[in-house]
């Protein structure tokens, strides 16, 4: 399957160093995305739920809201090229994206309708909660 994206790692491989300057500003090497404690725990839960042949993409997919803003769920459930469910994960701590995140998470859910999307919570007792939000009746 192609990537639409190259890692940074890819970069550096095909051109070297760090990248330099371009006419029109300065080039971003997208970042490797690092899963967190909880994102890797729930990561196994999520590969045992959805064993082959689906595929699991972590932080792969960035969906652009109907407000023109921009939400990358923690991971993505595809099944041949078809998204079957989007997953937040958060851990025990509020961390200051906690809110701005939820936002994101509500929106996404009415601009896409046809998505399952997944709130996944690690609490203190390290037990997860789990909420699946869809819209009643999307429409056709």
């Keep these: 399957m192609k990537q639409e994206r190259m890692s ?3 970069f550096r491989q095909q051109f070297g160093g760090k990248p330099q300057a371009v006419a029109s ?3 971003r090497l997208p970042r490797t995305p690092k899963m967190t404690y909880a994102e890797a725990t729930y990561e196994r839960m999520l590969r045992g739920e ?3 042949p689906y595929e699991i993409r972590f932080e792969r997919l960035t969906l652009i809201l109907d407000s023109g ?3 990358t769920p923690d991971f993505s459930v595809w099944f041949e090229n078809k998204i079957v469910l989007c997953v937040e994960v958060k851990g025990r701590v509020k961390l200051k994206s906690f809110d701005r995140a939820a936002t994101k998470f509500k929106e996404a859910i009415t601009s896409f309708p046809n998505i399952t999307f997944r709130h996944a919570f690690l609490t203190n007792g390290n037990e997860w909660i789990m909420q699946e939000k869809r819209l009643n009746n999307p429409p056709k």
């Design 50 to 52: 959805f064993p082959d």
């Design 25 to 27: 500003g300065k080039m």
């Design 8 to 10: 940074a790692d890819e």
């Design 69 to 71: 803003t921009r939400y």
